[in-house]
């Protein structure tokens, strides 16, 4: 079992830049596919970072390519999301997702994932 807390979230002006980090417990998140998701009103979730387990390597979608950069602290336990250059459309519910045998071409799939986090709020305004 594998417990996710996301923190980090809140309010930001277009071009500011926020941290979300996701502290897991029941597991070292080196061993998991973790992801980050978000979801906005009205509209389906989506990934927008992924960092696969045992260094296997990062991906971004196209939306947030360049501005955001997804990390992980082992000894901290925990994933991040570094968000720049923020942007009007980036407002979301925020989720980390952990996947223990999520194959490559699965990673974006919401469904591969077998732990989430409550989500944190990120409100960006212009």
């Known amino acids: 079992q594998v417990q996710l807390q996301e923190s980090g979230g809140g309010m930001a002006q277009v071009g500011d830049s926020l941290r979300l980090s996701c502290a897991a417990s029941?597991?070292?998140?080196?061993?998991?596919?973790v992801a980050w998701f978000r979801q906005a009103p009205g509209k389906e979730r989506e990934s927008v970072a992924i960092?696969?387990?045992?260094?296997?390597?990062?991906y971004y979608a196209d939306s947030v390519k360049g501005r955001f950069a997804i990390s992980r602290d082992n000894a901290k336990n925990t994933v991040s999301l570094q968000m720049n250059s923020l942007k009007p459309e980036d407002t979301a519910v925020y989720y980390c997702?952990?996947?223990?045998?999520?194959?490559?071409?699965?990673?974006?799939?919401?469904?591969?994932?077998?732990?989430w986090g409550q989500g944190t709020q990120v409100t960006v305004s212009s």
């Open positions: 997702a952990a996947g223990m045998g999520v194959i490559l071409s699965n990673i974006w799939n919401g469904a591969a994932y077998d732990y």
């Open positions: 029941g597991r070292t998140v080196s061993t998991a596919t």
């Open positions: 960092i696969r387990r045992h260094g296997g390597g990062t």
